[in-house]
């Protein structure tokens, strides 16, 4: 298998390629050991083993532009130099800086296992630069144990923050020995360098970034250049960073994938749903800013669903009603109709709004039986739809390039655009559903929809194809408006000018697809920038009718090929981040407004990802009185959706761990188990703050109060906020927050709490613990740990070997578990006093045969094959339960019983010990009942 490759992420794309390159004889592929290691891609960034090397220029004012977002290569390039090596060349756009610099790279081969690398850098009248280098980050999760070299002299990442750099070498020859996923990389040549740990400007990014430095640097760079020579070694076979295959032993054990659930079994948890979905009429926004239906005005609701994508839209009838009726049975009641159209539209080359009636049937009848068992629906009106040639020249988009993300940027800029974003409109909202008897617009059981998925203006202004549509709509703009900008405006007022620009336009945009949508006919509620954090988007999102975001834990990074293995995780826990999803989304809300999370996931196979949707999720998602989440996804073709599957980092059909704790997590959010928080505290925020910059994150420090209190967002003055309508029992200012250096959040917090706006031993500096105002939620960031204790649920995670307490139940484990503790009759009892347990003891799982790099499972190599392997686990539950009698059975994950399990009362509480892998099978739930 080649080791050198040019490829531009589509895989038939590149094989095709490839195949020609190397038949018309222009150049042969390089090997390195044998191994695939070197991969170029079409900017002329690389990556090796792992490990991505880019040019990034730095101006004087650190403001950076990267050779892989923003070189402009010329036609041609990467160009072949005969059989041992690629040229790139082409222009890196500088904002404010006249000419473009121009950038050429050249790789050739050098032996057997080498590469040498030249970069060049000019520009015609010279330019201000802090540097320009080569860039590479290495990820303290993946690299943190392993050793870097320095002209002879060792040194290793620090596990945790105590100096900017870490080490640095000024202009002259050096060697360096880097590591790599499967290897060393050793980089010789003539520069200067510098290894320096990221945390020292934000605490949550764990990386270390190196930087080879071009010659000359600073002020008035005509010509740069660099020069490098690479070569790679695997690592010996004795190496405990070798491959680490799952596979049935004493530690894995097989379990039975079952999707269906048992009608009345413990897993039945039908009884959430009130159906049909739409009996009570359309959704509607109560006062104090949540979800009700238009016949129970004073009932507020709550949803808890998940996404269904691609394919495991387009069922047959029989397996619609199949999936119907497993998703009611689970608890969910709604679903998120998600990329529907790629199936549903342009089909046999006609216009991409004209839709495919057979294809559009079967996603009415599924719409019909969800709705039939209680399940709402949600959707977006463009998330990736496709154009014929004719409608992308007509919205100005290039037929041959243009990507999903263009056509997003577009609809605020351009009118054609708008217009084609209608005509699907139209056509899917007004057409009848022949199962329902009315239009999809018209159907109370269609609650939310967003105009354009992830469509936020702070990212789509930047991309390379939309950057210049920008700056001249920009332009038209001061035209028409000669009084938004000052002749001499400074280039900062110019700055601010523009980004008043590009929200506005974005709100403009918003409200004429929302009042189009209105004039269709439908009541369902309507949102828009449903993605990322930036401060910014709170201009858009307060004049929604609910906001939404989207976040996931360890999502996969690719290192190689866009969605091809291998893939990259970090491993890490979100508890060891405070809780990272969904801490960071919660400023995002604004108080008083709805909130939703139409995609979250824990992703796997991070092995902490049982923490999620069973406890961490539910527990802050109720604590901050959140009003719908959906996990992404259920499956994303009829396969996995029926039948279940093993290969994908987001289906709950292929994941046991994550369905069975998504069901409990809807049981606990639905049935409003954890309390709201008592306190509600808003960050006050001036539009002046949010236009400051399109990119700026709300400090991190705000969003650990979220841990302890409801925590959202006003803009306003700080007195206007304390006046509104949301009425927050407290403000919070950006001076107030500090800084983003490590610690920050804990002095912002200390002085919260000294100020009596949060209780007293809200959190602990030490163990970097958090404490809800409720005080039923516990989370131990230095220790993973996160407990619930509720009325009638009881939940624990623990990261490794311990015990955790709560007022009903103890438990002790010998490793990492996620344990739940739910009181399952329908009389409201306590757990204390309910008569029918759920017990959950997750673990992980994982297919028979999946291939990591290492041990650590950072680098995912191969997905495995049936069966499902269960990760042997042992835990001891001490349970004070009222009454004799009591019976614990192992169930399937249908809910079936299995076997029973001992249980037994030592005169104070009742006994049960827990195993995932017993003689008699392997099991993750239990059914308690006296």
């Known amino acids: 298998m080649s080791c050198f490759r040019y490829f531009r992420g589509v895989v038939a794309w590149f094989l095709l390629v490839i195949s020609a390159v190397t038949a018309q004889g222009a150049t042969q592929p390089f090997q390195l050991s044998g191994e695939s290691v070197l991969h170029l891609k079409d900017s002329g960034a690389f990556e090796v083993d792992g490990l991505d090397f880019q040019v990034l220029f730095y101006d004087a004012a650190w403001q950076k532009t990267g050779q892989a977002a923003s070189l402009e290569v010329d036609d041609g390039c990467p160009r072949a130099l005969g059989r041992d090596g690629w040229e790139t060349e082409g222009n890196l756009n500088l904002s404010d800086a006249g000419s473009p610099l121009r950038f050429r790279q050249q790789v050739k ?75 060393n990389l050793r980089i010789e040549g003539e520069f200067s360098l510098v290894l320096q740990d990221k945390r020292k400007w934000n605490a949550h990014v764990k990386e270390a970034n190196l930087r080879l430095r071009f010659f000359p640097q600073k002020a008035g760079v005509i010509e740069a250049h660099l020069s490098a020579a690479f070569a790679w070694t695997p690592l010996p076979e004795d190496s405990p960073f070798l491959p680490y295959v799952i596979e049935a032993n004493d530690t894995w054990s097989p379990i039975e994938q079952r999707l269906d659930i048992q009608s009345g079994s413990i897993f ?14 359309a959704i509607q926004v109560t006062p104090d800013g949540h979800f009700a239906f238009e016949k129970k005005p004073d009932s507020p609701v709550r949803f808890w669903g998940v996404n269904l994508t691609f394919g495991a839209n387009f069922l047959s009838k029989a397996e619609a009603d199949v999936l119907a009726e ?29 839709l495919d009636p057979e294809r559009l049937d079967q996603l009415d009848y599924l719409f019909a039986a969800l709705k039939a068992r209680g399940i709402y629906l949600n ?70 929809l967003c105009a354009v998925n992830e469509d936020a203006p702070s990212w789509r202004v930047t991309q390379a194809g939309l950057k210049q549509r920008y700056k001249n ?58 993605h990322r954090n930036s401060k910014v988007l709170a201009l858009a999102r307060e004049r929604y009718e609910y906001v939404d975001n989207h976040q996931y834990l360890d999502h996969p990074r690719f290192p190689v090929t866009s969605w091809g293995l291998p893939a990259s995780f970090t491993q890490q826990s979100a508890l060891s981040e405070a809780a990272r999803l969904p801490r960071l989304m919660m400023p995002t809300r604004i108080l008083g407004v709805p909130f939703t999370v139409t995609e979250f996931n824990y992703v796997r196979p991070n092995r902490h990802r049982a923490e999620g949707s069973a406890v961490i999720l539910p527990a802050y998602a109720s604590l901050q009185n959140w009003d719908g989440l959906y996990n992404f996804q259920y499956a994303m073709n009829e396969s996995d959706a ?101 610690g920050a959040e804990l002095a912002f917090l200390e002085q919260l709490e000294s100020d009596a706006v949060i209780p007293a031993d809200s959190f602990d500096p030490q163990t970097r613990s958090y404490v809800s105002d409720t005080g039923e939620i516990v989370l131990n960031a230095a220790a993973e740990s996160l407990q619930v204790v509720a009325r009638r649920s009881e939940l624990f995670r623990l990261s490794s070997a311990g015990e955790l307490s709560g007022d009903q139940v103890r438990v002790q484990t010998n490793g990492p578990a996620t344990v739940t503790v ?4 329908h009389e409201n009892a306590s757990l204390g006093e309910s008569d029918r347990l759920l017990v959950l003891h997750l673990t992980e799982t994982l297919p ?47 809910g079936e019983r299995l076997y029973s399990v001992p249980m037994h009362f030592d005169g104070a509480l009742w006994q049960l010990n827990l195993s995932t892998s017993r003689r008699e099978g392997t099991c993750l739930a239990y059914e308690l009942k006296r």
């Open 326 to 354: 497993r998703l009611a049975m689970s608890g969910y009641n709604t679903v998120r109709f998600h990329h529907i159209e790629r199936f549903i539209c342009g089909r046999d080359g006609r216009p991409s709004y004209e």
């Open 642 to 742: 029926i039948e279940g599957g093993v290969e994908n980092y987001f289906s709950l059909a292929c994941d046991p761990i994550s369905l069975l704790g998504d069901r409990v997590g809807a049981l606990l959010f639905l049935r409003r188990d954890i309390q709201p928080a008592r306190r509600s505290i808003a960050y006050a925020m001036t539009r002046e703050e949010a236009i400051a910059d399109l990119k700026r994150l709300y400090p991190d420090s705000f969003s650990h109060l979220g841990l302890i209190s409801e925590v959202g967002t006003l803009v306003g003055s700080p007195k206007a906020v304390l006046d509104s309508d949301a009425k927050p029992d407290a403000i919070v200012v950006e001076s107030q927050c500090g800084d983003e250096e490590a």
């Open 473 to 530: 709509a920009f332009e038209y703009y001061l035209l028409e408006n000669p009084d938004a900008l000052s002749e001499d405006a400074s280039a900062r007022e110019r700055e601010l000018a523009f980004n008043r620009f590009v929200i506005d336009a974005q709100i403009r945009s918003d409200q004429r697809c929302e009042d189009f949508i209105r004039s269709l006919g439908t009541k369902a509620l309507v949102t828009g920038s449903n």
């Open 109 to 183: 081969r050098v032996g057997q296992d080498g590469f040498s690398v030249d970069w060049e850098a000019r520009h015609p009248e010279g330019i201000a630069a802090q540097e320009i280098g080569l860039e590479v980050d290495f990820p303290l999760a993946t690299f943190g144990e392993r050793p870097f070299e320095l002209d002879g002299e060792v040194y290793h990442l620090p596990k945790e923050f105590s100096k900017q750099t870490i080490f640095a070498a000024t202009r002259g020859p050096h060697t360096l020995v880097l590591p790599t996923q499967g290897g």
């Open 822 to 825: 739910t009181a399952m009759d």
């Open 268 to 281: 039945d948890f039908s009884f959430l749903l009130d159906a049909p979905a739409g009996k009570h009429g």
């Open 848 to 894: 028979d045969g999946t291939r990591f790099a290492n041990k650590e499972r950072l680098i995912l190599e191969q997905w495995g094959k049936f069966p499902q392997l269960v990760e042997r686990g042992e835990a001891r539950l001490a349970l004070n339960l009222a009454g004799a009698g009591w019976q614990a059975w192992a169930v399937d994950m249908a």
């Open 379 to 448: 959707t977006d009106l463009y998330s990736a739809r496709s154009f014929s040639e004719a409608e992308a020249l007509d919205i100005g988009l290039n037929p041959k390039s243009y990507s999903k993300y263009d056509y997003k940027g577009m609809l605020p800029v351009s009118h054609a655009a708008y217009e084609n974003w209608k005509q699907y409109t139209r056509a899917l909202l007004t057409h009848v559903n022949p199962y329902t008897g009315m239009s999809w617009a018209e159907d109370p059981a269609l609650i939310g």
